[in-house]
C-alpha cells in the first residue's frame, strides 16, 4: 500500500466481479454487462468489451462522439508527463495556488458513501485531489486515455475501479455513484457534446448525490481586473511564458450565460475554483511578494463571495445535485 493508499477509507481488497458489473453498463446498447471470459465483458446481445489489467475498456464505441473522443485520447497519451508544456506551471508559487484550490472543494465530498467517480481521472495529479475519495469505499476512475488510468492505478491500487470510457456516453450505470468529481476535463470536449456531458454525470448520480464539474468561462471579465492589476504592478510570471505563446489545447469553452440558458432538469450551484486560470497565473504571477499578495487576495475573494467569483471569475466550480 503506497503512502496515498493510506489515508483513505479501509478497503484493501480488489473490486469483486459482481461489484464491478453492478455499476458499469454498455455505452451502445445501455445493457448490463457479465464475464464473457478472463479478458472480456459482454452484453446479454453479444456485444463484447475488453478488460484487461484491472482496466475495463469502452472505446471504439459506434457514438458520434467517437472521433473527438480519439483525438483527446492522442493527446494526452502524446503529452504524458503532467510537466509537458502548455498543462502545467511547475512553479511552486503556482502549483501551492492550484493545490489550495482543490483543497477547497474537498467539502463537498465529506459525507462519503460507496463510490465516488472521478470522469477524466487523469493519473490524479495532485495529492489533494486523492484526498476527495477519503470517505468513500472505492474512487471509480474513467478516462479515455490509459496511461492516465494507469496513473491513477499506481496511485490508488486496489481501492479504485478502472474504466476507459467517454464522458458523454458513460459506461456506468445509472443511479450508480455517491459523487462525481470533474476536474478541467468537460471544457475539452466538443462544444456541442458538453450538454451530453453533463447530463451524464448527473444520470451516474444516486438521489442526493452531488456532482462538482470545474470548468472555465471564457474572457471572465474579474479575471481581466486581475491582469490589469498585475500591469499596474509591473508583475511577469514564468521566464519562458511570452504573452503571444498559444496555449489553446481545448477551445471549446462556453460562456456562463450559455449554461445558465440551458434547460438543465438538475439544481445546481455556481462557486470559485480559481477567479484566475493556470494560464494567467503563468504569465503574470510573479515568485515574489507581489505574486503572494495577489495570491491571498484571490484566496480571500474566493472565500468571501464564492458565488460571485465563480461566475465572473475564469475557473468556476458547478455543483450539480441529485435531488
Ligand atoms: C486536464 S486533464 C485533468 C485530469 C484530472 N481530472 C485533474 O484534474 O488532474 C483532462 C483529462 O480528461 C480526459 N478526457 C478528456 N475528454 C474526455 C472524455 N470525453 N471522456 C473521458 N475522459 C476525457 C483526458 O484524457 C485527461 O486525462
Redesign the pocket.
Known amino acids: 500500500m503506497n503512502s496515498y493508499s493510506a489515508s483513505a477509507r479501509d478497503i484493501r481488497q480488489p473490486a469483486t466481479q459482481d461489484e464491478l458489473l453492478s455499476i458499469l453498463r454498455c455505452p451502445e446498447t445501455r445493457e448490463p454487462l457479465h464475464r464473457a471470459s478472463e479478458r472480456e465483458l459482454e452484453t446479454l446481445s453479444g456485444r463484447r468489451w475488453a478488460f484487461r489489467d484491472g482496466i475495463a475498456s469502452f472505446v471504439g464505441a459506434n457514438s458520434d462522439?467517437h472521433a473527438?473522443?480519439s483525438d483527446?485520447?492522442h493527446?494526452?497519451?502524446a503529452n504524458r508527463s503532467?510537466d509537458a508544456k502548455g498543462?502545467m506551471d511547475g512553479r511552486s508559487v503556482s502549483l501551492d495556488h492550484e493545490r489550495k484550490c482543490?483543497a477547497q472543494l474537498s467539502r463537498h465530498f465529506r459525507r462519503g458513501g460507496r463510490y465516488l467517480l472521478?470522469?477524466?481521472?487523469?493519473?490524479?495529479?495532485?495529492r489533494e485531489?486523492l484526498q476527495y475519495s477519503t470517505a468513500y469505499e472505492r474512487r471509480v476512475c474513467?478516462?479515455?486515455?490509459l496511461p492516465?488510468l494507469r496513473g491513477a492505478q499506481a496511485k490508488l491500487g486496489e481501492r479504485g475501479i478502472y474504466v476507459q470510457?467517454?464522458?458523454?456516453n458513460l459506461p456506468i450505470a445509472t443511479g450508480s455513484m455517491d459523487a462525481v468529481?470533474?476536474?478541467?476535463?468537460?471544457y475539452?470536449?466538443p462544444a456541442e457534446?458538453q450538454a451530453a456531458?453533463f447530463l451524464e454525470l448527473w444520470r451516474v448520480l444516486k438521489p442526493g448525490g452531488v456532482a462538482v464539474a470545474?470548468y472555465w468561462w471564457p474572457g471572465a471579465p474579474l479575471a481581466a481586473r486581475f491582469e490589469e492589476l498585475t500591469e499596474c504592478l509591473g508583475m511577469h510570471g514564468a521566464p519562458d511564458a511570452t504573452e503571444d505563446e498559444a496555449y489553446k489545447p481545448?477551445e471549446y469553452c462556453h460562456s456562463l450565460q450559455w449554461f445558465t440558458e440551458q434547460n438543465w432538469p438538475f439544481r445546481y450551484r455556481i462557486e470559485s475554483y480559481c477567479i484566475v486560470d493556470s494560464w494567467f497565473m503563468r504569465r503574470r504571477i510573479s515568485a515574489d511578494w507581489r505574486g503572494e499578495f495577489l495570491r491571498n487576495i484571490l484566496c480571500a475573494m474566493q472565500r468571501l463571495a464564492p458565488e460571485f467569483s465563480g461566475r465572473n471569475g475564469a475557473v468556476p466550480a458547478i455543483i450539480i445535485y441529485k435531488d
Open positions: 462522439s473527438a473522443a483527446v485520447q493527446l494526452y497519451e503532467p498543462f482543490i472521478d470522469a477524466g481521472s487523469g493519473p490524479i495529479a495532485h485531489l474513467v478516462d479515455l486515455s492516465a470510457g467517454d464522458l458523454t468529481t470533474c476536474n478541467h476535463v468537460l475539452q470536449i457534446q456531458a470545474v481545448f
